[in-house]
């Protein structure tokens, strides 16, 4: 860490904060420059992140060196994670489809989605049984009932089956039914429960936060890590910006930043970052050329009837299709899909 002091100040200053880097058992080496003093302070940056530096007199900003995540970083592991949901494996060579209505709608009609999506080439079948919504008055999902119909799901398809769990005394619940739990963007920092889903050790899917940076997005994957959890996949989904078109804007400049600092597999999701169904096509090649492992898309064999998200969501017939062009960019990147 530098701590980099004011143009101005004075000598006890500067021993009054040198004493202080000693009193927490750390290294303080000052360099007397001709304009400036910096002090850099060898030692575990995590006791330094908790001091605040920047209240001391004298001190004009105090710049850290490491990345505060450890367990998600490459410098932590150098080789790539590969994440194993029923038998399919995220993170490798192969590139995966994970693609479902917005919401289970249904017995009858999961089962028939989940079928759609197996037809169309899909590897995951994605269904929310609990919606986070905006509005109370919204539909909210149909909860444990929807958990027993996405077995039946799965049990129809040999699909495995991804599904949210937004309460962290739900975690165990909804554990013991999907094969994948996602975090939804609007709890991403909702520490408890990513500290549960941690706890649970199954394959957890974690949603960028709509207006969340990718600091903050990695020390929400550190929570998850931290309990001991390394199935772990990075979702962007789109950010929030001043654009008023699309529902949010695609963020696939963040794919390589995650790819090179991470080595977790990275699943993006193209449906949330457009909300408008035209254009999800075009949002999930780019996220894949950007080098994600994996697309995760909203589809639904009539979008019209779809009980939430139908603006965004593609039919059958374009999910087979997208399939088809993520399959031929995929080769040409010396990938291929699962
Ligand atoms: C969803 O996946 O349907 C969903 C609610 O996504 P997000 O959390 O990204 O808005
Ligand atoms: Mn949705």
């Not at 963007?185 to 899917?205: A, C, D, W």
């Not at 965004?312 to 960019?329: F, S, V």
Request: aromatic fraction near 6%; include cysteine.
């Amino acid at each position: 860490m530098l701590i980099v002091l004011k143009p101005n100040v004075t000598s006890e200053e500067i021993d009054h904060i040198v004493e202080k880097i000693k009193s927490l058992r750390l290294e303080p080496f000052v360099s007397r420059g001709v304009q400036r003093t910096i002090i850099t302070i060898i030692g575990d940056e995590d006791v330094l992140r908790e001091q605040p530096f920047e209240a001391i007199a004298g001190v004009e900003s105090v710049k850290p060196i490491l990345r505060p995540f450890k367990l998600v970083s490459r410098e932590t592991q150098p080789e790539r994670t590969v994440v194993k949901v029923g038998n399919v494996e995220i993170g490798g060579r192969k590139v995966v489809i994970v693609a479902g209505p917005c919401a289970v709608e249904g017995e009858r009609e999961v089962v028939e989605h989940a079928l759609m999506v197996k037809k169309a080439g899909a590897n995951l079948f994605r269904a929310g049984a609990y919606k986070p919504r905006t509005s109370p008055y919204s539909f909210q999902g149909f909860r444990e009932k929807g958990l027993k119909f996405l077995v039946k799901a799965r049990e129809e398809t040999g699909l495995p089956i991804v599904t949210e769990v937004i309460d962290p005394r739900d975690v165990a619940l909804v554990a013991e039914y999907a094969d994948m739990l996602q975090i939804g963007t609007r709890n991403m920092q909702n520490f408890n429960l990513l500290t549960e889903v941690g706890k649970s050790g199954k394959p957890v899917i974690l949603k960028r936060g709509m207006s969340s940076t990718i600091n903050e997005f990695l020390m929400s994957a550190e929570y998850i890590l931290s309990q001991g959890n390394k199935n772990l996949i990075l979702c962007p989904r789109g950010i929030r910006t001043f654009e008023d078109v699309t529902r949010n804007t695609l963020d696939a400049g963040v794919v390589p930043v995650l790819k090179d600092w991470t080595h977790l597999p990275v699943v993006a999701d193209p449906s949330h970052a457009m909300g408008i169904k035209d254009y999800v096509p075009s949002a999930a090649m780019a996220y894949l050329a950007a080098g994600a492992d994996g697309i995760m898309v909203e589809a639904h064999p009539n979008p019209e009837e779809a009980m939430s998200d139908g603006q965004q969501t593609i039919d059958g017939a374009a999910l087979e299709d997208l399939i088809g062009k993520l399959g031929r960019l995929a080769r040409a990147m010396d990938r291929d899909l699962l």
